[in-house]
């Protein structure tokens, strides 16, 4: 079960956040309260223990108060600030200033990206795309749950979880 989380259910829920962050430029509480619920499965599963569970709380803790503060700012939006405290989760503190770093550079690339697309006129064929309208429009925020997506997916696999569930 341990491994069934970590191989399908963590890619797919960040899978789903970014897909939905593209499409609709929202990430659903759900998709963070599965992420939740998920870790609750695999540490259940995997049988953590209390400084283990420390450990991925307190990651989540910390990223989700620096996070809402960002939010409150108007810097992020609440879907990416619960989508990141709930990857922290399942991450813990090792690998966490790695996710936030390749999360950063990911994000840099996208906004750069958004940004140029947004200096010229949106193909005649994409004009019937909603979310291709959303991306285009510069009123719109950049759709940063893919980088957070894209960097969970990269940094996994150096997380002391992966390698408790998944030995070489």
Same mark, same amino acid.
């Given at each position: 079960? *341990?491994?069934? !989380?970590? #191989?399908?259910?963590?890619?797919? #829920?960040? *899978?789903?956040?970014?897909?939905? +962050?593209?499409?609709?430029?929202? =990430? $659903? ?22 400084? +283990? ?7 989540? /803790?910390? $990223? ?7 939010? !409150?700012?108007?810097? =992020?939006?609440?879907? +990416? ?5 709930? $990857? *922290? ?6 690998? @966490?200033?790695?996710?936030l770093v ?7 690339? &996208?906004? =750069?990206?958004?940004?140029? @697309?947004? !200096?010229h006129p ?10 291709? @309208?959303? &991306?285009? +429009? ?7 749950? &893919?980088?957070?997506?894209?960097? /969970?997916?990269?940094? !996994? ?6 390698? #408790?569930?998944?030995p070489a």
């Open positions: 079960m *341990a491994s069934l !989380c970590l #191989l399908v259910v963590f890619p797919f #829920l960040m *899978a789903y956040a970014a897909a939905s +962050d593209l499409l609709t430029m929202t =990430i $659903t509480n759900r998709v963070s309260v599965a992420l939740v619920g998920g870790f609750g499965v695999l540490a259940l599963a995997a049988g953590l223990g209390w400084a +283990d569970l420390a450990n991925h709380g307190g990651a989540f /803790a910390l $990223t989700l108060t620096a996070t809402f503060g960002l939010f !409150c700012k108007g810097a =992020i939006g609440g879907g +990416d600030a619960k989508l990141a405290a709930a $990857t *922290a989760l399942w991450l813990g503190f090792g690998p @966490l200033v790695e996710y390749v999360a950063s550079l990911f994000g840099g690339a &996208l906004t =750069i990206g958004v940004l140029h @697309l947004r !200096c949106l193909p005649g064929f994409a004009a019937a795309w909603p979310f291709a @309208l959303r &991306l285009h +429009d510069r009123r719109e925020g950049v759709p940063y749950g &893919l980088a957070l997506s894209a960097a /969970a997916l990269v940094v !996994c696999p150096t997380a002391p979880l992966w390698r #408790l569930v998944l």
